[in-house]
């Protein structure tokens, strides 16, 4: 390897873990369990899912779009339940991975995706928002978003004043380019926070501090027959579709960001299996590729695969130095941190672009959102994922009915597209409104030099159907009933 090769990619890994580092802490403190397991994750996204083939310039670790699941997940069955069901979902994705089944979660629609992420965002927001108040967060998300209006009145100001002064660190920190290439702005508005905090003693929330080996445990076997619950069940098959469709989807978008290596998706799901079973292993968070961090990777100039194995190496040496650094974060920066990664989930400008092109795809994004904030996380994916299938069915089912004349003086009806159910009203309405009398009008105009006169009392309708690219039974069943109720129509197959 070369020199300038391994000088890019360890200042790649020096900026990758100043990004995640803050973030990591966030996402374990919002999930409800201890801030070392979201560095334990991070850690096994670096060096176990970094050494595995896959995305070469990718990075894993806990991520924001899990954080709503993983809490209520910990609320509903405890702690000591965690390991199993990240165990579990690893297991998913390994069976998922050697099935090649990677590459068809290209296949979902974007727009469920988008709203997936915008309805994490919302709930992400609006549950984070207290705890920059240091206050605790309503059990529903419907009733997190009525507490809103109270929240001035009773959040405490000096932490609420913290969390909203790390927002707008992370809003103008951005707009200072050389800074922020040169410094992540999470780690400025989280040290910036902690730095205060600790100079004044500020009688405000902190990251508790458990220590590593306090903090991961083992499952038992004993908590693997939780497995039997449907339940757990539904929250395994969500950890996995969901870090599964986040990580591929995140693949596509780093493939964009650079030149090299091309994503092999079943490979990459299966590094993710992997690492999710290590963390389960562990009693860790969930373990997915993070957009923000890979784009970071990519930005500093990675190379190859060492940027993000090395990144893990330094979450592992800074838990093992410098643990107690995380005593002085206040809280509510890493809600403030969270809630500028949920804004972030929303996809406004994505919004106006398919509003302008394809409604359509607005209504199964906003419905989606709208379903997880108020029913959960994984109904509002299969809510979404049916409405996305049902607009796919009524796009395609195009149809449409020509009058035209035939050779032999007959008036003929085409009926051509895709006749499915969806369309059958429709496609009724339009053949029974068709009048003998102007379908004769057309053989007169079309019908040559006989005109008219050649057609008999009543002309003969020829109804062809050899432009139909796809009929259902019951159109194909609505047609022939059509025809029947009408002596004076031949069925025909006749294409255009």
């Not at 930005?299 to 060492?306: D, I, L, P, Y």
């Amino acid at each position: 390897m070369r020199f300038g090769v391994r000088k890019a990619d360890l200042l790649a890994s020096l900026v990758v873990f100043l990004v995640a580092l803050p973030l990591c802490v966030g996402v374990a403190v919002a999930s409800g369990v201890p801030a070392e397991l979201g560095l334990v994750t991070g850690i096994v996204g670096g060096l176990v899912a970094g050494v595995l083939p896959g995305s070469s310039l990718q990075v894993s670790g806990p991520a924001a779009g899990l954080t709503v699941l993983v809490y209520e997940a910990v609320r509903a069955y405890g702690l000591e339940v965690l390991g199993v069901l990240v165990f579990a979902a690893g297991v998913v994705q390994l069976g998922l991975g050697a099935l090649r089944l990677g590459r068809w979660f290209r296949a979902v629609s974007a727009a469920v995706v988008q709203g997936m992420l915008a309805g994490i965002g919302i709930v992400l927001v609006a549950g984070q928002v207290y705890a920059m108040g240091d206050m605790s967060v309503p059990a529903d998300a419907l009733g997190a978003v009525r507490g809103l209006a109270s929240l001035p009145g009773d959040a405490d100001p000096v932490a609420f004043g913290i969390g909203g002064a790390t927002v707008v660190v992370l809003l103008l920190w951005r707009r200072w380019a050389w800074g922020a290439r040169l410094v992540p702005g999470p780690l400025v508005a989280v040290a910036l926070a902690a730095g205060v905090t600790w100079v004044f003693d500020l009688d405000v929330r902190r990251v508790e501090v458990q220590g590593l080996l306090a903090a991961v445990r083992v499952p038992e076997a004993a908590d693997f027959g939780r497995l039997t619950e449907v339940g757990v069940i539904g929250t395994v098959v969500a950890f996995a579709l969901i870090a599964s469709a986040q990580s591929l989807f995140g693949a596509a978008a780093v493939d964009r960001l650079h030149r090299g290596a091309r994503t092999d998706y079943d490979r990459e799901l299966l590094a993710q299996g992997v690492g999710n079973a290590v963390c389960g292993v562990l009693g860790a968070l969930p373990m997915t590729a993070v957009i923000v961090r890979s784009a970071a990777n990519v930005e500093a100039g990675a190379r190859t695969k060492v940027s993000r194995v090395l990144h893990g190496v330094w979450l592992l040496v800074f838990v093992a130095v410098l643990p107690g650094v995380l005593g002085v974060v206040p809280v509510a920066a890493l809600a403030g941190l969270l809630v500028h990664a949920g804004c972030r989930l929303v996809p406004v400008r994505e919004v106006g672009v398919l509003w302008r092109g394809h409604r359509g795809e607005v209504v199964v994004l906003v419905v989606t959102a709208g379903a997880i904030a108020v029913a959960g996380l994984f109904e509002g994916v299969v809510v979404g994922l049916a409405l996305a299938v049902g607009k796919t069915a009524w796009d395609v089912s195009h149809v449409r009915v020509e009058i035209g004349a035939g050779a032999d003086g007959c008036v003929v009806v085409r009926v051509v597209g895709h006749a499915t159910f969806l369309r059958l009203p429709e496609l009724l309405d339009r053949l029974d409104a068709l009048d003998l009398v102007d379908m004769a009008d057309v053989v007169e105009a079309r019908g040559g030099p006989d005109g008219p006169a050649a057609l008999p009392r009543g002309p003969v309708v020829r109804l062809e159907l050899g432009g139909l690219r796809h009929v259902d039974h019951a159109c194909a069943a609505a047609l022939e009933g059509w025809a029947a109720a009408r002596g004076h129509v031949v069925v025909g197959v006749r294409g255009q």
